[in-house]
């Protein structure tokens, strides 16, 4: 049962954009963070975009300019919009949530099954 999951990787040229969508399965009871992480083979996952309750938005140093995190009206839908690609994103793209799936669960991390992000050159 996956709470969170995401769309909209692929294989792009250098320059090119994509646009990737991380979508619960179900409204959850609360939400304080949520955020995009990526991982390159054999190398660390790493935070590249993050987005509050309140809407607040902080990125990684190399994707600022480029990447833009937000979220739909309800909150339900988190999007990375990613423009002016370059090879050195490629990874694996993952979503997550920090927060409660349902009102009697403690609140903790949640993460989407991956979704591959390749840039050609």
């Known amino acids: 049962q996956a709470q969170l999951v995401e769309s909209g990787g692929g294989l792009v040229q250098a320059g090119g954009s994509l646009r990737l969508s991380c979508a619960p399965s179900q409204v959850f009871a609360s939400v304080l963070v949520m955020g995009w992480y990526r991982q390159a083979p054999g190398k660390e996952r790493e935070l590249v975009a993050t987005?509050?309750?309140?809407?607040?938005?902080n990125y990684a140093d190399s994707v600022k300019g480029r990447f833009t995190i937000s979220r739909d009206a309800a909150e339900n839908t988190m999007y990375l919009q990613m423009n002016s690609l370059k090879p050195e994103d490629t990874g694996v793209y993952y979503c997550?949530?920090?927060?409660?799936?349902?009102?009697?669960?403690?609140?903790?991390?949640?993460w989407g099954q991956g979704t591959q992000v390749t840039v050609s050159s």
């Open positions: 997550n949530t920090k927060g409660r799936f349902r009102s009697w669960h403690t609140s903790r991390d949640y």
């Open positions: 987005i509050s309750s309140a809407g607040s938005t």
